[in-house]
Antibody, heavy 120, light 107 residues
Framework: QVQLVQSGAEVKKPGASVKVSCKASGYSFTGYYIYWLRQAPGQGLECMGRINPNSGGTNYAQQFQGRVTMTRDTSINTVYMELSRLTLADTAVYIC?????????????WGQGTLVTVSS | DIKMTQSPSSLSASVGDRVTITCRASQGIMNYVAWYQQKPGKVPILLIYAASTLQTGVPSRFSGSGSGTDFTLTISSLQPEDVATYYCQKYNSALITFGQGTRLEIK
């Protein structure tokens, strides 16, 4: 069955970076975009960007440009999201999600979410 | 950027009620809309895609409609387990966006 398993919770200080992983299984890893979303406490869903696991190509949301880097390792079917220069406002649950088809960017499978807490 | 405006932001209804949530796009997006349900402490699950196609395994009391700029999610007979926050999402381009969410409670 399709699964996206994310790395565990992180606590970081302002100014630091965090790297979250998302390991995929149960489908053709290189066939579908993976998106990274985040959800601040009590807030809605925000798209950070996406990665093409086949080519490694990325598209980042404008508000994260320059601070976010998405990469992948096809040998272990894992994608990564690194966010730098963290501030208190980056405290959120970070979630990877699989695009449902090769051309439709809605999400049929989601990771379990990774809580990143930024605190001094 | 195309914005998705969802309403209402919160809603209280009785078991058995028909419930409708709406989402309006700032520009036409054909039928590139999905709807999700998110329960507290959980990640969202897909309910509807292509505006009106029910995802496999989703109860038939959920339905979606709309095209262009106006979309609706309807629950035909509200059940206690439907307490959740519901989000619409547009996906006509790589830059996907979500509505602000509708919190649904039982009266």
């Amino acid at each position: 069955q399709v699964q996206l398993v994310q790395s565990g919770a992180e606590v970081k200080k302002p100014g630091a970076s965090v790297k979250v992983s998302c390991k995929a299984s149960g489908y053709s890893f290189t066939g579908y975009y993976i998106y990274w979303l985040r959800q601040a406490p009590g807030q809605g869903l925000e798209c950070m960007g996406r990665i093409n696991p086949n080519s490694g190509g990325t598209n980042y949301a404008q508000q994260f440009q320059g601070r976010v880097t998405m990469t992948r390792d096809t040998s272990i079917n894992t994608v990564y999201m690194e966010l730098s220069r963290l501030t208190l406002a980056d405290t959120a649950v970070y979630i990877c999600a699989k695009a449902a088809t090769r051309g439709d960017y809605y999400f049929d499978y989601w990771g379990q979410g990774t809580l990143v807490t930024v605190s001094s | 950027d195309i914005k998705m405006t969802q309403s209402p932001s919160s809603l209280s209804a009785s078991v058995g009620d028909r419930v409708t949530i709406t989402c309006r796009a700032s520009q036409g997006i054909m039928n590139y809309v999905a709807w999700y349900q998110q329960k507290p402490g959980k990640v969202p699950i897909l309910l509807i895609y292509a505006a009106s196609t029910l995802q496999t395994g989703v109860p038939s009391r959920f339905s979606g409609s709309g095209s262009g700029t106006d979309f609706t999610l309807t629950i035909s007979s509200l059940q206690p387990e439907d307490v959740a926050t519901y989000y619409c999402q547009k996906y006509n381009s790589a830059l996907i966006t979500f509505g602000q969410g509708t919190r649904l409670e039982i009266k």
